[in-house]
Structure formats: structure tokens, C-alpha cells
């Protein structure tokens, strides 16, 4: 019997990596950032956060209107710093987890809400450990400041449909959003929502069956 599901999607933050939120926070509080903790949501950004991530604005663009809330100028590697307080750590069972999905001839994709900052270091040779980027895990990556879009808007989840040309019945959706995957789920997506940082290698299976 053919399989239905050919296409996986995978959230970044919360799935592939495990978010700590407060971390970030505590970071941009140590640039000057008396408010980070209205200004920083777990699951979607506001303000130039969310103008950032939803590729509204540029780094540096950012980094000059950080400058004007804290007041002081603030460096792009503290900016960086900042942001990248929201990885607490990947999981080496979830880098094995997608390449032995890949193995079994899944098409692995990421949607994800990050910006410039955050993928410095997420595509850089530091990310696993080994020497790769997390582009050696995907096949695709749809970033949201790159397609100026970002979940749980209905738009974004079309465009990557588009992109792939592949109907929502042939995708899976991992993302420890609710929002997100409820988003996913309307436009006929398959979904999954797991805890941020829980361990999805095995359950999946019970999805893409």
C-alpha cells in the first residue's frame, strides 16, 4: 500500500531544539531591556521582535532600534547573544531521528518563526556538534523573515504547499505551538503538537502511519 505521508515539516524552536524562553529573556534584560518579558512570547513576537522575525525589518535595522529602547548602542554579536538565549540545547536523538527519516525516504522540511540572529549560529558548524548547520538535516528550509510571512498565519503554510507542489494530505506538521498546528490542521494538514523539549522520535511513527 502507498504511503500517504511522503512530506514532514518540523518547527525549529521547541521541536528540533529545546526553547528556553527565560533565558533569552534574562539576556536582554542584561542588555538594558527592562520589559523583555512583555516583549519576548514563547510562541509568536511583537513590536520590532516580530518585525524582525517577520522580516519587516533587517539585523541591523534591529540592532539600531534595540539601541533606542536601552539606551546605549548595542553590537550585533550582543543582539545575537540575546536571541540565541532561546536554545537550551539539541538533542542528539532528534538530529538521529531525522536522518533516519530521511533514510526512509521522507522529505524533511523546516517552517520556522527566527530570524537572522538565530540562524547565525543555527547554520553555522556549531549547531550539532559535528561540524553541520541544520541544513544537512532538511531538505528545504521556510524561514519566516525570509518569506516576510509567519505562523499561525494560513498564508504561510500555503505558500510552503505551493513551493513543494504537494497536497496538505501528503504532510505531516510537528510544531509545540497550538496555535500553529490548529492553523495547519484548518488548511488539511496533518499535525502533531508535542511538548516543547518532549521526545517525538518513536511517536511519530503513530502519525505517519
Known amino acids: 500500500m502507498e504511503r500517504i505521508i511522503n512530506n514532514i515539516l518540523f518547527d525549529l524552536g521547541g521541536v528540533i531544539i529545546t526553547l528556553d524562553q527565560q533565558q533569552s529573556v534574562r539576556r536582554f534584560e542584561e542588555l538594558g531591556l527592562k520589559d523583555a518579558q512583555q516583549r519576548l512570547n514563547a510562541y509568536t513576537q511583537e513590536g ?13 535595522t534591529f540592532r539600531r532600534e534595540l539601541s533606542l529602547l536601552v539606551g546605549r548602542q548595542v553590537t550585533h554579536a550582543e543582539c545575537a547573544y540575546a536571541w540565541q538565549g532561546y536554545a ?3 538533542p542528539q536523538r532528534n538530529l ?3 536522518q533516519r527519516l530521511r ?6 522540511l523546516l517552517l520556522s518563526n527566527t530570524n537572522p540572529y538565530m540562524m547565525e549560529w543555527v547554520n553555522s558548524a556549531d549547531f550539532d556538534g559535528h561540524g553541520h548547520g541544520v ?3 532538511f531538505d528545504a528550509l521556510y524561514l519566516s523573515y525570509e518569506m516576510r510571512l509567519m505562523k499561525p498565519a ?5 505558500r510552503v504547499l505551493m513551493a513543494e507542489q504537494v497536497p496538505p494530505s501528503s504532510c505531516l506538521f510537528i510544531d509545540d505551538g497550538p496555535r500553529n498546528v490548529a492553523t495547519a490542521s484548518q488548511v488539511g494538514l496533518n499535525t502533531f503538537c508535542p511538548e516543547n523539549g518532549a521526545d517525538w522520535t518513536q511517536i511519530i511513527y503513530q502519525y505517519l502511519r
Open 48 to 60: 520590532i521582535f516580530g518585525d524582525l522575525e517577520g522580516g519587516l525589518i533587517d539585523a541591523e
Open 88 to 90: 537550551k540545547e539539541v
Open 96 to 98: 538521529d531521528a531525522l
Open 103 to 108: 533514510s526512509e525516504g521522507y522529505r524533511l
Open 135 to 137: 541544513g544537512h538535516y
Open 154 to 158: 494560513e498564508e504561510i503554510f500555503l
